[in-house]
């Protein structure tokens, strides 16, 4: 075995591709390996034997690596494909395993989030019990910054700088007009709150910026948000309101208009959260109110990218290639924070089963006794991980990003 082989799965971050520059950079300054493959489309590259060699990339294009850190999205495309367990579909594991053979592959790079994880747990698990000479590896990244035994996720540090961003820019926008208004924005997070949390960045010194924070650990009560919100009506126009996609009630019932439909593993698929409590507020206040849901481009703003997560993403792609040449598998790199003043990390890897299938959700001393807004102790996790901004290149006044012709030829 002398190559090896990587993949992205899940959603797409502005910080995924930095991680892929730093797998395929130590794989090749390491000379441990002949060739460095991707993956096309996460785990459905290897089992459709639909690669490309990023080794080649690199010999061709002396800046490729700079431009793949930081460009959106994901270069090697991706994927929402569950694997079943060995027990139940053993042939997929025998087709991939052909493949690593075939490939002559020792080491299997999967770069993404928890379901990603999952599939590394799967293969890593299968690759023990039948002694297959092959190291699995996981490198983290989810916006949602759920993944446990890491202090924070690759994307979610970017992420947070493009809400806490965005947040004071609608704060700017909507305090020029002297009436009553609300205006509720809807933020990614189904289980954790992590990112919600980071619309408090957006305050300033003189009041201005995000007024309620809602998040989903702490039960959501439609009457007592009502009732905050008219509070803070009391004292100011403009209303501004934080919410994550999946509050939820005391029972367990998601606040929005819809979760009828699942997806591929089993999560609600949300929709609406700020549409409805936007009818509510103007149903009980009557006053002007505007729900803003922000989708996509909170994972995929390059333009608004932290250099620190960018940089901290990269590092944890070489960290995965040196505990492979080491022998290590079944295990997902991590970052370990060992000082806020000053910021300082250390990088590791820790135990995939004990990270796979689990969910880091905010503690709750994050969070302020009320749960309408975030603690200070929140506010000192958060500054460091937005810091910096990547120098990017434009033309015509348009970021300039890596091609992602691969995936359509």
Not at 202 to 210: I, K, M, P, W
Not at 276 to 281: K, M, S, V
Not at 303 to 317: M, N, Q
Not at 344 to 368: G, L, Q
Request: proline residues 3%; hydrophobic residues 40%.
């Amino acid at each position: 075995m002398k190559n090896c082989i990587i993949a992205q799965s899940g959603g797409p971050t502005v910080a995924i591709n930095a991680s892929l520059a730093g797998v395929v950079e130590e794989c090749i300054t390491s000379h441990a390996y002949d060739t460095v493959y991707g993956s096309l489309r996460g785990i459905m590259g290897v089992l459709n034997n639909d690669i490309i060699d990023l080794t080649e990339k690199v010999t061709k294009d002396n800046h490729f690596l700079d431009t793949l850190k930081i460009t959106p999205a994901m270069y090697l495309g991706s994927c929402r494909y569950k694997m079943p367990s060995a027990e139940e579909k053993p042939e997929i594991y025998e087709q991939i395993f052909s493949f690593f053979e075939e490939k002559e592959i020792k080491s299997f790079f999967y770069i993404g989030g928890n379901d990603s994880m999952d599939t590394v747990l799967q293969l890593s698990k299968y690759a023990k019990v039948h002694n297959k000479d092959v190291t699995i590896m996981g490198i983290p990244k989810t916006i949602d910054n759920d993944l446990c035994h890491t202090d924070h996720t690759p994307g979610f540090g970017s992420a947070a700088k493009y809400i806490a961003a965005t947040l004071t820019e609608i704060a700017y926008d909507i305090s020029i007009y002297p009436v009553k208004s609300v205006t509720i924005v809807e933020i990614m997070g189904r289980d954790a709150g992590w990112l919600t949390a980071a619309a408090a960045l957006a305050r300033t010194e003189y009041g201005l910026g995000v007024d309620l924070i809602y998040l989903p650990e702490v039960a959501f009560d439609r009457e007592q948000f009502v009732a905050d919100v008219a509070a803070v009506m009391e004292k100011k126009n403009n209303v501004l309101v934080a919410i994550s996609e999946g509050i939820r009630d005391k029972c367990g019932q998601y606040i929005s208009a819809s979760t009828a439909s699942t997806d591929s593993f089993g999560h609600s698929q949300l929709s609406g959260a700020g549409k409805a409590l936007e009818y509510l507020i103007a149903d009980r206040l009557g006053t002007k109110v505007r729900s803003i849901e922000i989708n996509l481009p909170q994972r995929c703003a390059a333009h608004l990218s932290s250099a620190t997560d960018l940089e901290e993403s990269a590092e944890l792609g070489r960290t995965a290639v040196r505990n492979a040449l080491k022998g290590v598998t079944g295990h997902m790199s991590v970052i370990t924070r060992t000082s806020d003043a000053p910021y300082t990390v250390a990088y590791d890897v820790a135990n995939i089963a004990e990270i796979a299938n689990e969910v880091r959700n905010v503690p709750r001393s994050f969070i302020n006794e009320a749960g309408n807004d975030v603690t200070a102790e929140m506010l000192t996790y958060l500054r460091p991980l937005i810091v910096g901004e990547p120098t990017i290149t434009y033309k015509d006044g348009i970021p300039q990003y890596a091609s992602f012709q691969h995936l359509y030829r």
